[in-house]
């Protein structure tokens, strides 16, 4: 269940074709701790982080409580920085969205 979501514009660097693509994060989930490599502790709360329409993947995010989960996920900008070096990102109004 998604429980957030933003919604982007992205074309290939030197390209003009721009094309729809979303970020999205998951409800809060206990993690059992073999379901991070390494283990974490028992009662750490996740996050699953999809793009949809992009073919790059975002790992899944671990933090102590669901708060934190969710604040560390939420927290793209560092993503799409590092999707710059291949992509455009624009608003879906079409205004760039790094200035």
Do not use: H
């Not at 999205?24 to 701790?33: A, G, N, T, W």
């Not at 999809?50 to 073919?55: R, T």
């Not at 939420?74 to 990102?89: A, C, G, H, T, V």
């Amino acid at each position: 269940m998604c429980i957030a979501e933003r919604k982007l514009l992205y074309s290939k660097k030197g390209g003009s074709e721009r094309k729809d693509f979303s970020i999205r994060i998951s409800k809060p989930f206990v993690v059992d701790e073999n379901m991070a490599k390494p283990p974490i502790e028992k009662g750490f709360v996740g996050c699953n982080v999809e793009i949809v329409g992009l073919d790059e993947k975002y790992p899944t995010v671990y933090g102590a409580d669901s708060l934190q989960a969710v604040n560390l996920a939420s927290n793209m900008e560092p993503f799409l920085e590092r999707l710059q070096k291949r992509y455009d990102i624009y608003w879906v109004d079409g205004n760039p969205y790094f200035e």
